[in-house]
């Protein structure tokens, strides 16, 4: 069976998570937030032997201490040599998929699993070099209004939340480098303006891109990444 391993990034309060939501219960498609995010606890480098064991360990043991998730390790290795027979070492993209194809894609009718994952963007070209039949979906938010949240629902003291500006700086950087190489096939961007504009059209876009079955939205069992039912990130606001 072909897998379809998709990244979903973009800086933060850029409605990522609702964007996320709204493509849930796709057809043939697992979706989560935050669970593996192996480029966080993987360096950018090649591992075999003690050092492919330690790496999927050291992922292994997050997921339990974070989500309570328990990952099968030599399912991990088993995928890993199915997946890429030629190969006597594994990038981390190429460890994160099988990862993550342990978890979600051990349904015969799951082929595709999206992880959303914030400021990961400039990991992109190297999932999609690693992963043939990868694909990306880029979510941002007018900076302005980006930079707000921060300012207004982080406990970062002033002045960090200007730093969303040179998130978006490097974040449109990439995107536009992207666009213009042999992956833009493979890409997909959409504004959270548009989407709330819009959901549905958003939700019929992306299947297309995943190139799954449309569908109508249904909120009912959305879950944020603990598991609980999804607020959209409803921080009491301050007085």
Same mark, same amino acid.
Not at 92 to 102: E, F, G, L
């Given at each position: ?50 050092? %492919?064991?330690? =790496? ?10 974070? !989500?309570?998730?328990? +990952? /099968?390790? #030599? @399912? ?9 027979? %030629?190969?006597? =070492? ?10 993550? !194809?342990?978890?979600? +894609? /051990?349904? #015969? @009718? ?130």
């Amino acid at each position: 069976m072909k897998k379809y391993p998709v990244l979903m990034t973009g800086p933060y309060r850029s409605g990522s998570q609702f964007a996320l939501q709204l493509i849930s219960a796709t057809k043939g498609t697992s979706t989560t937030m935050y669970n593996v995010n192996a480029f966080r606890y993987l360096a950018n480098d090649e591992y075999n032997g003690n050092d %492919l064991l330690k =790496s999927i360990n050291k992922i292994a043991t997050n997921l339990q201490n974070s !989500s309570n998730i328990k +990952l /099968n390790q #030599n @399912s991990v290795i088993r995928i890993l040599k199915e997946d890429f027979p %030629l190969d006597s =070492s594994y990038s981390r993209s190429k460890i994160y998929h099988a990862i993550m !194809s342990s978890l979600y +894609l /051990n349904n #015969n @009718s799951i082929d595709t699993w999206v992880e959303k994952t914030q400021l990961n963007w400039t990991k992109t070209s190297e999932f999609l070099e690693q992963l043939p039949n990868s694909r990306a979906i880029f979510i941002y938010r007018d900076p302005r209004a980006a930079m707000a949240g921060v300012k207004k629902f982080t406990n970062a003291p002033p002045p960090a939340y200007l730093g969303t500006i040179f998130n978006y700086l490097s974040f449109f950087q990439t995107l536009t480098a992207l666009l213009n190489s042999k992956y833009k096939e493979r890409i997909i961007f959409y504004s959270y303006e548009k989407i709330i504009d819009n959901p549905q059209e958003y939700r019929n876009i992306i299947q297309d891109f995943l190139e799954k079955p449309r569908s109508l939205i249904n909120n009912m069992d959305w879950k944020d990444s603990d598991g609980n039912p999804w607020c959209g990130g409803c921080s009491p606001v301050p007085p």
